[in-house]
């Protein structure tokens, strides 16, 4: 298998199966065993395709003599794939780009036989018309956001911020790390990453955090394996950072919805591996990969258990110094590392806040008197957001709004409730909330 071959079976399994590219995409690299190069270019291209969807269809409207809705789904994503190649990535020849193509559309299409053919001359046609087609002038084209889609975040990040957030959308992820301060410091890493040709620069705005570039698989770099960091976004981080975690031997930590593990991890460093740290979710294979997370990390204060955040746990009650309820959201806040979440059906995503407000009662149950309890999603929805908090503390009179101490780099916060837009501070879209519970 080639690179093309393992980014064009994940397409198909994600139209198919409604699965997630990150996750379809890691299983397929591993199976066709592609090296660091391949690796890279299975992902650029696999996301690549899914950000720019609307835009490549825009062009293909105009190269091709019948309707898009006639194409085989299959042809589609081999022309999306060629003309990707041929409009965005300059190091790839455009003649690598149509003969590649039409070796798909031969090996993936033998029921249609005018398939190689139809993708031969379309390609060659982009090629030839390469700057000359009209340009996508609609938001919904030219960033590849469906216009509902659109007018809804429209509607929360205002107009200003608007496009910068849709272009954001489609940057490619950046690769950031958290420097596990419990066993090297920041230098240290870096110099480490370096001998095994990994770039790291450090974040513009959060201490001890790492933009990596050239990591080929993360895992199998051997400052990941010795566990001198882990994955986890500045925005993501910084939800730990505003909790203000004390360190002590009688604290106690509750992360209620921890998978994939950053928050505990980030909380189980800050209380410099004293106290302890309770890690939970209700998957028995996340609450597994939490566990791995924390055994290479050396986080022996962790303590991890299945556990469904809208179940009561009786011996929890009233013990925690601090609780994170980061609850499952849209995900409208992660486009750029998810970019297939945008073609997701909103009314999928109506009943959420219920869901939302269910689990932060609960866990609001664990905190005890003078605690801190954060609620945090990955989406720039109202209503899951500051709806949901609003509708908390009208039933729960007992807890209260309290100020964030953000970075410098971030206006004075009073409100005790943050969103991070995409494009704003290159994090993830995100909101943050500190609540306090009456002493």
């Given amino acids: 298998m080639n690179a093309r071959e393992t980014a064009l079976d994940a397409l198909i399994a994600c139209r198919k199966r409604a699965a997630w590219s990150n996750g379809v995409l890691k299983d397929y690299i591993e199976r066709d065993r592609l090296d660091r190069r391949d690796a890279a270019l299975a992902t650029r291209l696999c996301y690549g395709i899914l950000q720019h969807r609307g835009m490549l269809d825009f062009f293909l409207k105009q190269l091709l003599t019948g309707k898009i809705k006639d194409l085989h789904p299959v042809v589609r994503d081999i022309l999306h794939m060629g003309l990707y190649q041929i409009y965005e990535l300059d190091k790839v020849p455009d003649s690598a780009a149509v003969n590649e193509s039409v070796l798909l559309a031969k090996k993936y299409c033998r029921w249609q036989r005018s398939a190689p053919g139809l993708v031969n001359g379309i390609l060659r046609n982009a090629v030839r018309t390469k700057g000359s087609l009209q340009q996508p002038v609609a938001l919904e084209d030219r960033y590849s956001h469906p216009k509902a889609l659109i007018d809804l975040l429209g509607s929360y990040v205002g107009s200003e911020k608007l496009e910068p957030m849709l272009a ?19 230098e240290e890493l870096v110099s480490h990453l370096k001998s095994e040709d990994v770039t790291a620069l450090p974040h513009p705005w959060m201490q001890d955090c790492l933009v990596l570039s050239n990591t080929g698989n993360l895992e199998k770099l051997e400052c990941f394996k010795k566990g001198l960091f882990y994955v986890q976004d500045a925005a993501s981080r910084l939800t730990v950072m505003c909790a203000k975690i004390p360190q002590g031997e009688n604290i106690r930590v509750l992360d209620c919805c921890a998978a994939p593990g950053g928050k505990t991890f980030a909380a189980a460093i800050a209380m410099g591996g004293k106290g302890k740290i309770r890690s939970a979710d209700i998957h028995r294979h ?76 609960k866990q609001a149950e ?74």
């Fill in 168 to 186: 954001a959308n489609n940057d490619t992820p950046l690769t950031v790390v958290q420097v596990n301060t419990l066993r090297t410091t920041t």
């Fill in 286 to 361: 996340k609450t597994t990969l939490i566990q791995r997370g924390a055994d290479r990390l050396g986080l022996h204060n962790v303590l991890v258990r299945e556990q469904d955040a809208t179940e009561n746990h009786r011996s929890w009650f009233q013990k925690m110094d601090v609780v994170l309820a980061d609850v499952p959201c849209s995900g409208y806040g992660i486009i750029r590392k998810k970019p297939d979440i945008r073609y997701k059906d909103p009314k999928d995503m109506e009943r959420l806040p219920e869901v939302q407000l269910k689990i932060l009662s």
């Fill in 366 to 439: 664990y905190v005890k008197p003078g605690g801190v309890l954060m609620y945090s999603t990955c989406t720039l929805v109202r209503r899951e957001n500051e709806g949901v908090v609003e509708a908390f503390l009208r039933h729960y009179p007992d807890f209260y709004l309290e100020r964030l101490a953000l970075p410098n780099n971030f206006p004075e916060n009073k409100t005790g409730m943050l969103t991070l837009v995409p494009g704003e501070y290159d994090t993830d879209g995100f909101f943050i909330c500190r609540m306090r519970r009456k002493a």
